[in-house]
């Protein structure tokens, strides 16, 4: 090992760890070590769904900071969660296969997760999209209206996006997404098409019976489901004015929730009478934000999809920006 280097990595893994919370670049819900070709975030308290996510994206963004501004090769990331208590939970099995999905994604870096101080070993490319046949989604959609989700901005501006406000004789019970309009090239021109529009659709894994001590993956509420110019399936996650770095990982998981459950997601839309029918078997991600972190560019590299094949691609919007 290189004494320089080494000197180095000792100094910068001081300066990260001094500058973290209270406003500082980085979470203090973390322990950082950098050395030679590694670097290591160890959560040193109790993290949620939150924690988890916060855990890859800001690992990503201090490998690039790390890798990019201080020019150390680094070769391999470390994560270790010891403090969560029990075996297995939906957080962390989310947090696994975001793992393993970057693991896929960049074939440079060598990823590893340490739980409860055992190491776990991600999953292959195809354990990670060809799914065992004991694993099931909800068979069912809940129906959303207007006003169910409380008035804070982001809920009132999906909720605008969804369709209130039109006058009654305009509204039907499939609703269109000709409001999409503003997100871009990939909505353009949507007013004839009458595509529909879903909102605050369902995730979540389960092991043969949908039940909460059966679930395998978080459940959560994409805010919008729809399909876009092209007739792709389009999952869409918006924020506005919350600039975390986390949405990264969010996006990521609804990504990966689609592309894994593809079939059953099709057939529970059929099966629901929902107004989506793809055209395509790709699937859109969307994160749409008016202002994202500084670092969000810098990570999303590690996360692309670009000139790869999944069966879902990941894109950023930036609201107001138009350009054909």
Known sequence: MDTNTNTSAQDLTKEVNKATGGGGEWPASFDYKIEANRITLK????????????????????????????????????????????????NVEAFKRRVSYLNINNEDIDFKI??????????????????PDKEIIRPFLNKRGDDDKGHFLEKDFQAYLFGK??????????????????????????????????????????ESTVSRRNMITPTEFV????????????????????????????????????ACYHDMLLKVLKDNSTPLRPKKDEIMCYVVNNRFHKRFDNIFRYYSTENKSYKFKLFKVVLGDTRE
């Open 165 to 206: 406000g039109l006058k009654p004789e305009d509204r039907t019970e499939a609703r269109t997404n000709e409001r999409l309009a503003i997100f871009g090239e990939h909505f353009f021109k949507l007013k004839k098409k009458k595509y529909g529009i879903l909102r605050e659709f369902p995730t979540g894994a389960f």
């Open 114 to 131: 340490v739980y409860n101080n055992k190491r776990i070993k991600p999953y292959t490319q195809k354990e990670l999209f060809r799914r």
């Open 223 to 258: 805010d919008i489901v729809t399909l876009n110019r092209r007739g792709h399936l389009s999952v869409i996650e918006l924020k506005l004015d919350d600039p975390k770095l986390e949405v990264m990982s969010q996006i990521l998981d609804y990504g990966l929730y689609f």
């Open 43 to 90: 959560a040193n308290k109790k993290i949620n769904k939150s924690g988890y996510r916060c855990l890859d994206s800001w690992g990503m963004a201090l490998f690039h900071h790390i890798k990019t501004d201080h020019k150390i090769n680094i070769k391999e990331i470390v994560f270790i969660i010891n403090m969560n208590g029990k075996s297995w939970t939906p």
